[in-house]
């Protein structure tokens, strides 16, 4: 009888991958920070460890989903994102590394600019430096038809794109991100653990989308929690549960609707405004565990898996696992208002 990892491998089989991340990931206990709150024993899934342009939650789905752009013989990706997007950061970086063009539709007017750096810093100087054409355009709350527009002109002048969409959020991408599943379930046996929750940001919906359906498969016992970082709750778990239904049936797979738990409440006055909840958390992951989160994604979702820990939500004892999306490199994008 094939294992539950065998099983979810052997559906993901007929999705290749380039190769493009380093996988898998370091699984880490986070002891002082433990220490530090008094609730369960705590670990860090090292997304921000997956290599290429800094690392990233992203580049895990970017390895399967470009291997579909390569094999389609594109020459050019096309994606978008806000400014400090560190998806699009992701592409750029895929990009270079693949010979491929890259151009972006970067969105202006969701947040206004935090910082005088906000524009020109972080994620921004890593496109250019990555070699990515920068297409600004504005805010409409679409977040793909900038990018689809984007694409249709480059196919008018006789390109060949290949659209990546906002957040690499497709039920591709969700396919691709049940793989830490695979890498949590297995790091989680050689360590003596059995995680009561996986905790995470959640923004675009495609990693929660992964992580529901992987664990519906590997980790059944194991809650899935999404921190809305958007000030979005319904329209996130909304676009997880269309994310991933249409994986789920792509390769036969579960998928429960009443699995989907996107906690609101931690996003702050809005998507990219850091508060007072993410400082401290910021603070608090680089103090005692030298760890570097951005105040737009793994800043939040930290705040909230914090807020949870300090309403008892689990008993001291029981092992919870954080995933560290990346976004380090926003840091400097927001130095101005960490104040550190």
């Known amino acids: 009888m094939k294992t539950k ?21 370091p699984l880490e206990p986070m002891r002082r920070l433990t220490a530090h709150l008094g609730g369960p024993r705590l670990w860090v899934k090292r997304e921000d460890m997956t290599g290429l342009g ?49 151009h972006l539709a970067v969105y202006h007017g969701r947040l206004a600019p935090p910082t005088p750096e906000y524009e020109t810093s972080g994620n ?6 990555f070699g990515a054409h920068l297409h600004p355009v504005p805010w409409t709350g679409d977040r793909n038809v900038a990018i689809e527009q984007l694409g249709s002109r480059l196919r008018q002048e006789g390109r060949r794109p290949y659209f990546v969409p906002y957040g690499v959020s497709s039920p591709l991408g969700a396919i691709a991100y049940a793989s830490i599943i695979l890498e949590i379930a297995e790091q989680s ?3 003596g653990i059995r995680p ?22 590997v980790m059944p016992d194991t809650r899935i929690v999404g921190i809305d970082i958007d000030a979005e709750p319904e329209r996130v778990r909304s676009d997880v549960i269309a994310y ?9 797979a579960p998928f429960a609707e009443d699995d989907v738990e996107v906690i609101a409440g931690h996003a702050g006055p809005g998507y990219g405004v850091p508060h ?65």
């Open 196 to 217: 009561a929750a996986i905790v995470h940001c959640s923004g675009s919906g495609g990693t929660q989308a992964g992580l529901v359906l992987g664990a519906s498969v």
């Open 276 to 340: 007072a909840a993410t400082l401290e958390a910021i603070r608090l992951a680089g103090a005692l565990e030298a760890l570097p989160l951005d105040p737009v994604y793994s800043g939040k979702g930290l705040a909230g898996l914090i807020a949870l820990i300090r309403e008892g939500r689990w008993e001291s004892g029981t092992d919870v696992v954080f995933i560290h999306t990346g976004g380090t490199p926003a840091l400097f994008a927001y130095q101005a208002v960490l104040e550190l």
């Open 244 to 252: 991933g239904r249409a994986a789920a049936e792509m390769i036969g």
């Open 189 to 191: 046996a050689a360590s």
């Open 5 to 25: 990892d065998a099983v979810l491998a052997s559906m993901q089989s007929g999705f290749p991958r380039l190769g493009l991340a380093t996988l898998p990931t």
């Open 124 to 129: 921004m100087l890593l496109n250019r430096l």
């Open 54 to 102: 800094f690392g990233g939650n992203k580049l895990r789905k970017l390895d399967y989903v470009l291997h579909e752009a390569v094999a389609s013989n594109a020459d050019v990706l096309v994606s978008g994102g806000v400014v400090q997007s560190n998806s699009q950061r992701q592409v750029a970086a895929a990009a270079a590394k693949l010979g491929m063009e890259c």
